[in-house]
């Protein structure tokens, strides 16, 4: 059982364009959630998060949205550039869980042309 | 700031034997996490060490251990590698149980 998903593997977008990237979770007791980035041969490095208690968290060009009715977050980057380009993982975790586990989703792989 | 490293970074093994893979945590975290991602999949949560004690496992057999050293550097330990166990094992440090983790570049095992 999938507990976050993230349903398109790849997007492509133009440079200085907007790249949405979408998650969904199933689990009503997630209240955080993150977002990593991945470069080839590097690990997951850690981009934005978002608490349950607000829809929107806003860093520089990259804001997560949280819709929880929908069980649903995205994560938007304006404007996208080429360094963009890289594989984007949701995760998500219930705050004082022990282990403080994430949950990860399989990732989308962004490319941002130039 | 030294971030998180880990050795070694790729590592080959037959089926049967056992493997111990290493992670030193970013200065001044005493919290970490160890994690298996298979191929075209996302992270997997092995289990957590909180100051030297394990903290959290997930649906991972007995046969994946852990330790942590009083410098919180950590160890994983799995015995009697199978095929399913090729993948990229990643380790993340946190200032604490609870605060965001901090990946390093990970230990790439394939059992043959």
């Known amino acids: 059982d999938q507990q976050v998903k993230q349903n398109s593997p790849s997007l492509s977008v133009q440079e200085g364009r907007i790249s949405i990237l979408n998650c969904d979770y199933t689990?009503?007791?997630?209240?955080?959630f993150l977002w990593y980035k991945k470069y080839p041969a590097e690990g997951p490095t850690f981009l934005i998060s978002i608490s349950s208690i607000k829809d929107k968290n806003e860093d520089g060009r990259f804001t997560v949205f949280l819709n929880k009715s929908a069980k649903h977050l995205s994560l938007h980057i304006v404007p996208s550039q080429p360094g963009d380009s890289a594989v984007y993982f949701c995760a998500a975790k219930k705050i004082n869980n022990a282990g403080n586990m994430l949950t990860f989703g399989g990732g989308t792989r962004l490319m941002v042309k130039p | 700031e030294t971030g998180v490293t880990q050795s070694p970074t790729h590592l080959i093994k037959t089926r049967g034997q056992q493997v111990t893979l290493r992670c030193s945590s970013q200065s001044g975290h005493n919290t970490v996490s160890w994690y298996q991602q298979a191929l075209g999949q996302g992270p997997q949560f092995i289990f957590q060490?909180?100051?030297?004690?394990?903290?959290g496992r997930g649906n991972f057999p007995p046969r994946f251990s852990g330790l942590q050293f009083p410098n919180y550097s950590s160890e994983l330990n799995v015995n009697a590698l199978e095929l399913d166990d090729s993948a990229l094992y990643l380790c993340a440090s946190s200032l604490s149980a609870g605060e965001t983790q901090y990946f390093g570049p990970g230990t790439r095992l394939l059992v043959l």
């Open positions: 689990n009503s007791m997630f209240d955080y």
């Open positions: 060490y909180y100051r030297e004690e394990e903290n």
